[in-house]
C-alpha cells in the first residue's frame, strides 16, 4: 500500500518522456521534410540555371545566323525562346527561396541577361536598318562575348553555392534520420519498459486493493455500529428538545388560559360591582363612596375601579407578551424539523427581493440601502430570506436620528466560502452586548423598539445548520458590520433548521 502513491507519478513520468519522445519524433520528421523540400528547391535551382544559360546560347546563335546569312528563319527560335528566359528568371527566384547570399547573386545575373538581351536586339535593329557592316562589327567587337562569359560566370557562383547547400543538407539530413532511427528504438523500449511496470504495478495494486477491501469492510461494520449508535442518541437528544418545547408551550399556555378565564370574571364583577349603586343612597348622589377625609380615609369608588382597571390592563399585558414568546419558541421548534433544500440562489435577486419589501420603510426612515454584486451560492433559499431579510431589517430599525440611515451589502469570497456583511451606520452595539445579542430573548441598548429578543437568535442558529457563522463589529454611535459566512455549497443536506 505504501508503494502505491508512487505508482501515478511512475506512470505520469514515464507517459511524459514518452510524449517528449513523440514530440522530438515529429520535429526530427518535419526537420526532415523540410530538408527534402530545401534539397529539391537546390536541384530545381540548378535545372533553371542550365536551362537559362541554354536559352541564352540559342538566342545567341539565332541573333548571329541571321546577321551572317540574313536568313529570317534564324528569328523564330531567337523570338520563341526570348520570352522564355524572363519564365526562367522568375523560376530561380522563386526556387532559391529568400536565401540572401543566392538573392544577391542572382541580383547580379539579371542585370548581366538584360545586357546580353539588348546587345542582342541592337545588333538585329542595325542590320535590319540596312547596315550590316555595324551589326556584324557589333557581334565581332567581344561586348556580347564579355557579357556572355559573365552570364556564364555568374550562373556557375549561383550553382557552387547550390552545390554547398546540398551537401551540408545531406549531412543535416543524414543526421536528422541517425537521431530518428534513435528516438523511435529508445520509444519502442520505453514502451515495452513501461507496458512491463504498468502490469507489475496492476498486479501490486491488486495484492493492496484486496486487502484494503478487507479493512474497509472491517471499518464500514465498525462504523456502522457507530452511526447507528449515534444516530440513536441524536435521535432521542431531538425527541427531548421537541418534548421540552412542547412542555415549555404546554405549561405556560395553561394557567394563561386561566388567567383569561379569572380576567374576563374580574370584568363581569367590576360591572356588578362598581355600577349596581349608580342612583342615590347613603354613598351620595353620584354613587361613590363618601368617607370622611383623615389619615383612616378609605379610597373611593372612582379609585377602586382605576385600581382595577390598571389591573386587569397589566395582566392582559402580561398575558400577551407570554403567548407572543410561547408562540416564538413554537416557530423555532416547527422549523426545527423542516429540511433544508439546496439550490442555485442568486444573491442579488435575493436582496433585491428583500429592498422591495421594505422599501416603503426604508423611505419613511429616509435611508438608502446599496448592493454590491454578490455571488451565486447552493444552499436554503428560505433559511437564506429569513437570515438577511432579519440583519437587514434590524439595521433599517436602528438608524440614528441625526444622519441620513446608509445600509451597505457587501460579499467577499475566500476559498470555498462566501462572507456577506451588513453594514449600517446607526446606533452601533455596546461592546459588553455584542456577545449577548445572540441569546435567546436578549436584547441590547435602548429598549424603545418592538420586539422579544428571538430575531439574532433565530439568526445565529440558521446560519449554523446551514454550515457557517456569523460575527458582528460595532462601535456605538458610528453603526454595525454583522457578517455571515456561508460555504458556497451547502455540506450536508440531511441538516435540519433549528434553534
Same mark, same amino acid.
Given at each position: 500500500?505504501?508503494?502505491?502513491?508512487?505508482?501515478?507519478?511512475?506512470?505520469?513520468?514515464?507517459?511524459?518522456?514518452?510524449?517528449?519522445?513523440?514530440?522530438?519524433?515529429?520535429?526530427?520528421?518535419?526537420?526532415?521534410?523540410?530538408?527534402?523540400?530545401?534539397?529539391?528547391?537546390?536541384?530545381?535551382?540548378?535545372?533553371?540555371?542550365?536551362?537559362?544559360?541554354?536559352?541564352?546560347?540559342?538566342?545567341?546563335?539565332?541573333?548571329?545566323?541571321?546577321?551572317?546569312?540574313?536568313?529570317?528563319?534564324?528569328?523564330?527560335?531567337?523570338?520563341?525562346?526570348?520570352?522564355?528566359?524572363?519564365?526562367?528568371?522568375?523560376?530561380?527566384?522563386?526556387?532559391?527561396?529568400?536565401?540572401?547570399?543566392?538573392?544577391?547573386?542572382?541580383?547580379?545575373?539579371?542585370?548581366?541577361?538584360?545586357?546580353?538581351?539588348?546587345?542582342?536586339?541592337?545588333?538585329?535593329?542595325?542590320?535590319?536598318?540596312?547596315?550590316?557592316?555595324?551589326?556584324?562589327?557589333?557581334?565581332?567587337?567581344?561586348?556580347?562575348?564579355?557579357?556572355?562569359?559573365?552570364?556564364?560566370?555568374?550562373?556557375?557562383?549561383?550553382?557552387?553555392?547550390?552545390?554547398?547547400?546540398?551537401?551540408?543538407?545531406?549531412?543535416?539530413?543524414?543526421?536528422?534520420?541517425?537521431?530518428?532511427?534513435?528516438?523511435? =528504438?529508445? !520509444? @519502442?523500449?520505453? /514502451?515495452?519498459?513501461? +507496458?512491463?511496470? $504498468? &502490469?507489475?504495478?496492476?498486479?501490486?495494486?491488486?495484492?493492496?486493493?484486496?486487502?484494503?477491501?478487507?479493512?474497509?469492510?472491517?471499518?464500514?461494520?465498525?462504523?456502522?455500529?457507530?452511526?447507528?449508535?449515534?444516530?440513536?442518541?441524536?435521535?432521542?437528544?431531538?425527541?427531548?428538545?421537541?418534548?421540552?418545547?412542547?412542555?415549555?408551550?404546554?405549561?405556560?399556555?395553561?394557567?394563561?388560559?386561566?388567567?383569561?378565564?379569572?380576567?374576563?370574571?374580574?370584568?363581569?364583577?367590576?360591572?356588578?360591582?362598581?355600577?349596581?349603586?349608580?342612583?342615590?343612597?347613603?354613598?351620595?348622589?353620584?354613587?361613590?363612596?363618601?368617607?370622611?377625609?383623615?389619615?383612616?380615609?378609605?379610597?373611593?369608588?372612582?379609585?377602586?375601579?382605576?385600581?382595577?382597571?390598571?389591573?386587569?390592563?397589566?395582566?392582559?399585558?402580561?398575558?400577551?407578551?407570554?403567548?407572543?414568546? =410561547?408562540? !416564538? @419558541?413554537?416557530? /423555532?421548534?416547527?422549523? +426545527?424539523?423542516? $429540511? &433544508?433544500?439546496?439550490?442555485?440562489?442568486?444573491?442579488?435577486?435575493?436582496?433585491?427581493?428583500?429592498?422591495?419589501?421594505?422599501?416603503?420603510?426604508?423611505?419613511?426612515?429616509?435611508?438608502?440601502?446599496?448592493?454590491?454584486?454578490?455571488?451565486?451560492?447552493?444552499?436554503?433559499?428560505?433559511?437564506?430570506?429569513?437570515?438577511?431579510?432579519?440583519?437587514?431589517?434590524?439595521?433599517?430599525?436602528?438608524?440614528?436620528?441625526?444622519?441620513?440611515?446608509?445600509?451597505?451589502?457587501?460579499?467577499?469570497?475566500?476559498?470555498?466560502?462566501?462572507?456577506?456583511?451588513?453594514?449600517?451606520?446607526?446606533?452601533?452595539?455596546?461592546?459588553?452586548?455584542?456577545?449577548?445579542?445572540?441569546?435567546?430573548?436578549?436584547?441590547?441598548?435602548?429598549?424603545?423598539?418592538?420586539?422579544?429578543?428571538?430575531?439574532?437568535?433565530?439568526?445565529?442558529?440558521?446560519?449554523?445548520?446551514?454550515?457557517?457563522?456569523?460575527?458582528?463589529?460595532?462601535?456605538? +454611535?458610528?453603526? $454595525?458590520?454583522?457578517?455571515?459566512?456561508?460555504?458556497?455549497?451547502?455540506?450536508?443536506?440531511?441538516?435540519?433548521?433549528?434553534?
Amino acid at each position: 500500500m505504501a508503494d502505491l502513491p508512487k505508482a501515478p507519478f511512475l506512470l505520469g513520468a514515464a507517459f511524459a518522456v514518452l510524449i517528449l519522445i513523440a514530440l522530438v519524433s515529429i520535429a526530427l520528421l518535419e526537420r526532415t521534410q523540410g530538408d527534402r523540400d530545401r534539397l529539391l528547391a537546390t536541384v530545381e535551382t540548378e535545372a533553371q540555371l542550365d536551362q537559362l544559360l541554354a536559352d541564352m546560347r540559342r538566342l545567341e546563335s539565332g541573333q548571329r545566323g541571321y546577321i551572317l546569312t540574313g536568313d529570317a528563319e534564324f528569328l523564330t527560335p531567337y523570338r520563341e525562346t526570348l520570352p522564355r528566359v524572363d519564365e526562367k528568371l522568375t523560376n530561380i527566384e522563386a526556387a532559391i527561396g529568400g536565401i540572401p547570399a543566392q538573392v544577391e547573386r542572382l541580383g547580379k545575373l539579371k542585370p548581366l541577361i538584360q545586357a546580353k538581351r539588348n546587345e542582342l536586339a541592337e545588333s538585329i535593329r542595325l542590320f535590319d536598318a540596312g547596315k550590316p557592316a555595324e551589326a556584324i562589327g557589333l557581334v565581332r567587337g567581344g561586348l556580347g562575348l564579355r557579357i556572355m562569359d559573365n552570364i556564364r560566370d555568374a550562373v556557375y557562383a549561383i550553382k557552387r553555392a547550390n552545390a554547398d547547400s546540398r551537401a551540408e543538407q545531406y549531412a543535416q539530413s543524414r543526421s536528422q534520420e541517425q537521431w530518428l532511427l534513435g528516438t523511435n =528504438i529508445a !520509444a @519502442v523500449g520505453l /514502451i515495452v519498459l513501461l +507496458g512491463g511496470v $504498468s &502490469l507489475m504495478m496492476i498486479h501490486r495494486a491488486n495484492l493492496a486493493m484486496r486487502k484494503a477491501q478487507n479493512v474497509l469492510r472491517n471499518a464500514n461494520s465498525e462504523l456502522e455500529a457507530a452511526v447507528a449508535a449515534r444516530t440513536a442518541e441524536l435521535t432521542a437528544a431531538n425527541e427531548e428538545i421537541q418534548k421540552f418545547a412542547y412542555i415549555v408551550s404546554h405549561d405556560l399556555r395553561s394557567p394563561l388560559v386561566n388567567i383569561m378565564g379569572f380576567t374576563s370574571e374580574l370584568e363581569t364583577l367590576k360591572g356588578a360591582i362598581f355600577h349596581a349603586g349608580n342612583g342615590a343612597g347613603p354613598n351620595g348622589a353620584n354613587g361613590a363612596l363618601a368617607h370622611p377625609g383623615g389619615p383612616g380615609a378609605q379610597p373611593t369608588k372612582a379609585a377602586l375601579e382605576e385600581d382595577f382597571t390598571e389591573a386587569i390592563g397589566f395582566i392582559k399585558a402580561s398575558i400577551t407578551k407570554m403567548d407572543r414568546l =410561547i408562540n !416564538a @419558541v413554537l416557530t /423555532i421548534s416547527r422549523e +426545527g424539523n423542516r $429540511s &433544508l433544500k439546496p439550490e442555485r440562489v442568486d444573491m442579488n435577486d435575493l436582496f433585491q427581493t428583500i429592498r422591495s419589501a421594505i422599501a416603503h420603510q426604508a423611505q419613511e426612515a429616509e435611508a438608502d440601502i446599496a448592493l454590491e454584486p454578490l455571488p451565486s451560492i447552493v444552499s436554503d433559499r428560505l433559511a437564506l430570506e429569513q437570515i438577511f431579510s432579519n440583519l437587514v431589517d434590524n439595521a433599517l430599525k436602528y438608524l440614528r436620528d441625526d444622519e441620513k440611515g446608509r445600509i451597505r451589502v457587501t460579499s467577499a469570497a475566500h476559498g470555498g466560502k462566501v462572507t456577506f456583511e451588513v453594514k449600517d451606520n446607526g446606533r452601533g452595539i455596546a461592546p459588553r452586548d455584542q456577545g449577548r445579542i445572540f441569546e435567546l430573548f436578549r436584547r441590547a441598548g435602548t429598549q424603545d423598539k418592538p420586539g422579544e429578543g428571538m430575531g439574532l437568535a433565530h439568526v445565529r442558529a440558521l446560519v449554523r445548520r446551514l454550515g457557517g457563522s456569523i460575527s458582528v463589529h460595532s462601535t456605538p +454611535g458610528e453603526g $454595525s458590520v454583522f457578517s455571515v459566512t456561508l460555504p458556497r455549497t451547502l455540506p450536508n443536506q440531511s441538516k435540519r433548521i433549528g434553534a
